[in-house]
């Protein structure tokens, strides 16, 4: 009981800061961060895909040793793609048993644990998180997988209010751009009190 409160009480410190970032990318690192700390995973990914046309729109690889990375884009696709086409978690200690030998290259034989979360929004899958472990000490189980399905759960908001941040601050900087090229105020005769509240009530806009 008191390992769980741990656990829960370390959940919210992660929610309570990631919220405090307006930055997809920031959200993203320090989700995967979290996730490997948590459960003591030695490498993970979180990927997102575009909610309308359901394709790969960001991914980020994170590893406690960059020279070991195992979770390349085919393995991080592999896991990904089944979460995706099952639309539940993965959870499994055997990737050879999980997938069949000819799927597992030689190079991911040494995973003992892999464990793959979706991020849900509206019953759609709005990413994945990743991670695994090489270790045969750490072995992901039910615990690992309630943390990460919690933590998956409560960032889904963060991710789509960064988002939104992100696009309507790129929305604004593009409707800037356009007004200051087709409506050059510098180029207008009239330097009037009431023509001048006008050119700032356009700036404004």
Not at 27 to 35: D, G, H
Not at 69 to 78: E, G, K, M, P, Q
Not at 103 to 117: D, E, F, M
Not at 130 to 137: A, C, E, G, L
Request: hydrophobic content about 40%; proline content about 2%; some cysteine.
């Amino acid at each position: 009981l008191k390992s769980r409160l741990n656990d829960l009480e370390r959940l919210l410190a992660i929610i309570r800061s990631a919220s405090s970032s307006l930055q997809v990318e920031d959200v993203l690192k320090m989700v995967i961060y979290e996730a490997i700390g948590l459960c003591r995973a030695d490498q993970g990914s979180i990927i997102l895909f575009d909610p309308d046309e359901e394709k790969l729109t960001r991914t980020l690889i994170r590893s406690s040793d960059q020279s070991q990375t195992r979770i390349d884009s085919a393995l991080n696709n592999l896991l990904a793609g089944w979460v995706y086409d099952n639309g539940k978690s993965l959870q499994t200690n055997n990737l050879i048993e999980f997938f069949g030998e000819p799927i597992i290259k030689s190079k991911y034989r040494n995973i003992t644990s892999a464990l793959a979360v979706p991020i849900i929004q509206k019953k759609k899958i709005l990413g994945v998180i990743n991670i695994i472990s090489r270790n045969k000490k750490v072995l992901f189980a039910v615990r690992e997988q309630q943390l990460i399905e919690l933590l998956a759960t409560q960032c889904v908001h963060l991710i789509v209010n960064a988002g939104l941040h992100e696009s309507l601050f790129e929305e604004k900087n593009r409707l800037s751009k356009e007004l200051k090229e087709t409506y050059a105020f510098s180029e207008v005769i009239g330097r009037s009190p009431k023509l001048l509240d006008v050119f700032s009530l356009l700036d404004r806009i």
